[in-house]
């Protein structure tokens, strides 16, 4: 068995044959019977809200054996919309496990992804019994890897995936305020959660006893701090509503039929092939909206946080899953000696049977000076069958724009060019013409084995 985690004291986590597994003892196996036996926690499972587990006998000792789940996004990709989304699912868990007298002891972001859509918890080792205290254990926690991360995103537009590469355990008021300067003084939100944060940072605080007999009363109190902290969290959705009129006027170089013509070739393709597909650079994500009408597993990822952001709350209900991933750049393996988590190539690697890659050859080319042949290779990496790859020629609008004064040097990039090297990867099965734009090309291509 492979060790997957080590932070819980409590419980270690392994990935062995019969999927990922959590090892117990007699004390936690008692907790965790209980807690399974719970009608509340039974419908958390049901309605996909909290991973799915059970119990499992291996070599002697008792294990719990959660369920797998695959091509889920963690908070190292997420965009600020999702962690928005994990940061309400993760309170309104801790609301509704404080009913029943449970409680979330890790807050983390972590904690929670983005699988097909919608937020999963997948800690099970969080839930405790509540001990009758009128404070949440986890609350600075939550409020460094939700209400502060969002707030920065807010003011400052970092996108969250990158603060947490460099935060893993959130973002501090100190560090926040190390940012946000001035900003903090702008919402009653920046006040409470870094202003004072930062000003009392030396004040010794003496805890209060808690406890009291009338644990109804307590968890009164406690529950209106929840149901407080939801509204704040709430104050800082980000806005998604401005964002799509400003894409639709920066792709003049395409004509209403070219789209058109682009949709059909996607939609006539998904009709004939099945499979767990990847779209790079998927924008807005209505080529992804098409492929999930065929197929049951669709990823998107796209370097533009305000794209995810749009999907995530426009199409969310689809099933899609969409990641702020930098193709150019991708999240890499993280956490204690790069072992915690895979990284998005490690884990994507011959995953997808088919891939869009559609009208950012010319970014990665120009921009990021990627050479045609390393992309190619990237793509035969990440698929196991199919390509449909848009070719941008050099003499394309967009492409002369972005190369700017540097154009002479892609006096190469033409389409005999990309046939000639493109079959040293992939064989080429159809090409497909648009109407207006005659400098774009669209091929279906097949990996070579």
Known sequence: MKQLSFRDPLSKVYSAEE??????????????????????????????????????????????????????????????YQLYLCGLHTIKLMIKSLEYNYQIKDASAWNVVIFRG??????????????????????????????????????????????????????????????????????????????????????KIKKKNNFKSDFEFNKKILINILN?????????????????????????????MDIEIKKKIIEDFFKENKGKVL????????????????????????IDENCINFIQKNIQKKGINVSNVNIANPVSPAGWENSETQGFLKKNRDYYDHVLFLG?????????????????????SLTKKNIIFEFVSNNDEKFIQIAGINIDLYNYFTKEYFENLVIKFFKIKKIYNLESNLNRHIYLLEKLY
């Open 19 to 80: 999927g990922i597994l959590r090892r117990l003892d007699s004390k936690s196996k008692f907790f965790f019977e209980e807690l399974f036996s719970e009608s509340f926690f039974q419908n958390l499972e049901l309605s996909k809200l909290v991973q799915r587990s059970n119990f499992l006998k291996k070599n002697g000792e008792d294990f719990i054996q959660h369920e797998r789940i695959e091509n889920f996004t963690e908070v190292n990709e997420m965009s600020s």
């Open 118 to 203: 919608k937020p999963i918890f997948l800690d099970v080792a969080s839930f405790e019994k509540w001990n009758g205290e009128k404070t949440w254990t986890a609350y600075g926690q939550y409020i460094r890897h939700f209400i502060i991360p969002l707030l920065i995103n807010k003011e400052m537009g970092i996108s969250t995936s990158k603060l947490f590469l460099i935060n893993r355990d959130g973002v501090d008021p100190l560090e926040a305020f190390k940012l946000l300067g001035m900003k903090s003084y702008k919402s009653f939100i920046g006040f409470e959660f870094v202003i004072l944060p930062y000003f009392l940072r030396s004040a």
């Open 360 to 380: 950012i050859v010319h970014h990665l080319t120009v921009s990021e000076r990627i050479p045609l042949s390393n992309i190619l290779s990237l793509l035969s």
């Open 279 to 302: 779209d790079i650079g998927c924008n807005t994500g209505e080529f992804l909206e098409i492929a999930s009408k065929y197929n049951e597993e669709v990823h998107g990822i796209d």
């Open 228 to 256: 407080r902290l939801k509204n704040k969290i709430k104050k800082l959705e980000p806005d998604t509503k401005s964002f799509w009129s400003r894409y639709t006027l920066n792709r003049k170089h395409y004509s209403n």
